[in-house]
């Protein structure tokens, strides 16, 4: 079974300023990692995915994450925050063979960035 | 093209009856899997289907159903509504071809139980 933790329940940071969000996973097989964002009232969008390949991702809005094995993270980070960024994040996990089409969510950060 | 659909978006029910959720993935996605969103226990998998089988289903309980039709569409059904059933529930697309894709998530359906 995998499971994700998301080591911030909440991140206040000001605007312009870096942040990183935290997410550490634990699976017994290799898996594949997803952070989607949801703003008040709405679904998930995904902001970046790693499938395979690099370990550093890149994905929309300026955001990125590194994909590290050893520690089983998958930290996602932005050099210069926007007011717009405030939303929640979360980090999912899906396993593949047996278990394509299921994710599994960490319990997310809520991001506030301030004026 | 055209994103997930849900609807409707927001259902009020009373405990005991039943409910319908329908869900439309984005054409070409064969793939269509559901979530329950509380504030309490976050995100959880509910349940996924493809080509009309249900492939991988989550720890729900049996009150908890689904199924999928020949043009990808699907819809979960709720019986015996209990207060704690009051969420959002979201479902998501993806391509389902053997692999890990993406998946695009509808707005959800707001679901209150009195």
């Known amino acids: 079974a995998q499971s994700v933790t998301q080591l911030d329940s909440q991140v206040p940071v000001f605007e312009e300023a870096p942040v990183e969000l935290r997410c550490n996973y634990s699976?017994?097989?290799?898996?594949?990692l997803f952070w989607y964002v949801q703003y008040p009232n709405q679904g998930l969008q995904l902001l970046l995915k790693y499938l395979s390949g690099s370990t550093l991702v890149k994905g929309i809005n300026g955001f990125e994450a590194e994909f590290n094995k050893s520690q089983t993270s998958f930290h996602l980070r932005k050099p210069s925050v926007h007011i717009s960024d405030t939303a929640e994040y979360f980090c999912a996990v899906e396993a593949g063979g047996t278990s394509y089409g299921k994710l599994t969510f960490g319990q997310g950060t809520i991001l506030t960035v301030h004026p | 093209k055209a994103g997930v659909t849900q609807t409707p978006r927001y259902l009020i029910k009373t405990r005991g009856q039943q409910v319908t959720l329908s869900c439309s993935p984005i054409?070409?996605?064969?793939?269509v899997s559901w979530y329950q969103q509380t504030p309490g226990q976050g995100l959880q998998f509910l349940f996924e289907?493809?080509?009309?089988?249900?492939?991988n289903k989550g720890n729900f309980p049996g009150r908890f159903s689904g199924r999928q039709f020949s043009n990808s569409r699907s819809e979960m059904n709720v019986s015996t509504l209990e207060l704690g059933d009051s969420a959002l529930y979201l479902c998501?697309?993806?391509?389902?071809?053997?692999?890990?894709?993406?998946?695009?998530f509808g707005p959800g359906t707001r679901l209150t139980v009195l």
């Open positions: 699976s017994s097989v290799s898996v594949y």
């Open positions: 289907y493809f080509s009309e089988t249900q492939r």
């Open positions: 054409s070409g996605h064969r793939s």
């Open positions: 998501a697309s993806s391509l389902g071809q053997g692999r890990v894709d993406e998946q695009f």
